[in-house]
């Protein structure tokens, strides 16, 4: 028998998993047509999505950003460095829904830190070196190479 914690994040990530194919099922986004974005909006939700790199100064708050006017999806970033701009606790990793990480390092800090908080998230890591300025045409070249299929993103 599962503890009451674990049967309420199972419940989230089975209501995250239905979301996430219905948001699949109504395909591409149609950024031209603001009412029928915010109708399915309303209908399957939006997606809490944190964006994580080492300092919260270049690679994260560029994908946050540039994802932020995304009609399905609630962006943040944060850090995992004592340092950073914005460091990630144990708030961010609840409220987000899907975590975005730049490197494998990311994972690995953030699972021996907070192993409940992101034991039923969904990850996604992008093997995106540290070596971008925010806003770098290659990185949003990059971010966007990786994640617009992730996000249903039409051109």
């Known amino acids: 028998m599962m503890p009451a914690g674990d049967s309420n994040r199972e419940k989230k990530w089975r209501a995250l998993h239905s979301a996430k194919l219905r ?7 149609d950024f031209e047509t603001p009412e029928m974005n915010s109708a ?3 209908t399957i939700g939006v997606l809490k999505v944190l964006f994580v ?3 919260n100064q270049w690679r994260s708050p560029t994908a946050e950003k540039i994802y932020a006017r ?5 962006c943040r970033s944060g850090g995992t460095s004592p340092r950073a701009k914005h460091r990630v606790g144990r708030n961010d990793l609840r409220w987000a829904d ?3 990480l730049m490197e494998d ?5 953030l699972t ?3 192993r409940d908080e992101i034991r039923f998230k969904e990850v996604h890591v992008l093997d995106l070196e540290d070596r971008y300025k925010f806003m770098d045409p290659e990185l949003i070249a990059e971010l966007q190479a990786n994640l ?4 249903l993103v039409t051109s």
Request: aromatic content about 10%; charged content about 25%.
């Open 23 to 29: 948001v699949r099922r109504v395909g591409p986004l």
């Open 40 to 42: 399915v909006a309303s």
């Open 53 to 55: 790199c080492t300092m």
């Open 70 to 74: 995304h009609p399905f999806l609630d």
């Open 98 to 100: 899907l975590l975005v």
């Open 105 to 109: 390092k990311h994972l690995d800090r």
């Open 112 to 114: 021996a830190h907070f």
């Open 148 to 151: 617009d299929d992730l996000f």
